[in-house]
Nanobody
Framework: QVQLVESGGGLVQPGGSLRVSCAAS????????MGWYRQVPGKQRELVAS???????NYMDSAKGRFTISRDNALNLVYLQMNSLKPEDTAVYYC?????????WGQGTQVTVAS
């Protein structure tokens, strides 16, 4: 089992920056990929960014050039640095981990971009 706890969400003005973090615990050795999804009420959850244990990253088109995913393996943390935020980035952001044990999800953290 893997436990994921997100933190760092909040309210930010358009054009601002925010960093969300995800702390992983449990069977960390089984994880191959970690990343972030987001979801807006009434819409499907969409992949924002992912990072493999081999440091290969992947981003949704609207996040490229604005968001950066990174990982601190020593502390079992994954970060999503979000810059130049737009109102359409408003969503609940979920951390996920995928590996030999399956897919695990955090509880989500709200990010609201508004003036």
């Amino acid at each position: 089992q893997v436990q994921l706890v997100e933190s760092g969400g909040g309210l930010v003005q358009p054009g601002g920056s925010l960093r969300v973090s995800c702390a992983a615990s449990g069977s960390i050795f089984s994880i191959n990929v970690m990343g972030w999804y987001r979801q807006v009420p009434g819409k499907q959850r969409e992949l924002v960014a992912s990072l493999t244990s081999g440091t290969t990253s992947n981003y949704m088109d609207s996040a490229k050039g604005r968001f950066t995913i990174s990982r601190d393996n020593a502390l079992n943390l994954v970060y999503l640095q979000m810059n130049s935020l737009k109102p359409e980035d408003t969503a609940v952001y979920y951390c996920y981990a995928y590996g030999s044990g399956g897919t695990y999800w955090g509880q989500g953290t709200q990010v609201t971009v508004a003036s």
